[in-house]
């Protein structure tokens, strides 16, 4: 058989019938809270700073 042949031989079957139990409950990881951030800088003294990493790159 050459690159790319299809060869049905190959596949395989697969049970795809699932149970909702067995699925992934993604709310188990819902975030509920808050978060506070504050660096201490200025909107003009981190935009000030940007500039200079983008100038030194």
């Known amino acids: 058989m050459g690159f ?5 031989s ?3 079957e697969v049970d795809a ?3 909702d ?3 992934v409950q993604s709310s188990e ?3 509920h809270g808050e978060i ?5 800088a200025s909107s003009d003294e ?3 700073r940007l500039q200079e990493i983008k ?3």
Do not use: V
């Open 4 to 8: 790319g042949s299809y060869d049905e």
């Open 10 to 12: 190959e596949q395989q």
């Open 17 to 19: 019938d699932f149970d």
């Open 21 to 23: 139990d067995d699925a």
């Open 29 to 31: 990881n819902d975030h």
């Open 36 to 40: 506070e951030f504050e660096n201490g």
């Open 46 to 48: 981190l935009l000030d």
């Open 55 to 57: 100038d030194d790159g």
